[in-house]
């Protein structure tokens, strides 16, 4: 939900030619559009309390003949090598998705 990065986005896509991208600034929580979409979310499903309700209206937006895989970190173990800063992130991250009502074991 940045605006600049959008605009970055925008001028990078122009750049190398693409046509068939939009990017538009919204929140995902109010999205439902059905049935015409390539769906693909990465490290979205994680923040939300409720994702079952998104994954429902991804689905229905999908176009026919599409296959979709919305990719989420099952575990935080193993991903890198144990430090200061990465006990750092684990912690951090935990506590993050607590706060949300969500368990990062099962996100």
């Known amino acids: 939900m940045d605006k600049i990065k959008l605009d970055l986005a ?4 122009a750049a ?3 046509s068939n991208v939009e990017f ?14 390539d769906v693909y979310c990465r ?13 429902r209206r991804m ?10 895989s919305p ?8 991903a890198v090598m144990p430090n200061d ?4 992130f684990v912690r951090t991250y935990s506590q993050v998705l607590q706060r949300r009502g969500r368990d990062h074991a099962t996100c």
């Open 10 to 13: 925008r001028q990078e896509t």
């Open 71 to 78: 990719r989420t970190p099952i575990s935080m173990g193993g």
């Open 43 to 55: 490290f979205l499903l994680q923040h939300l309390s409720q994702p079952v309700g998104l994954l």
């Open 16 to 18: 190398r030619g693409l």
């Open 85 to 88: 800063r990465s006990d750092f």
């Open 24 to 37: 538009r600034l919204l929140d995902v929580g109010d999205w439902d559009e059905p049935g015409g979409y």
């Open 59 to 68: 689905w229905a937006g999908v176009r026919p003949g599409v296959f979709s």
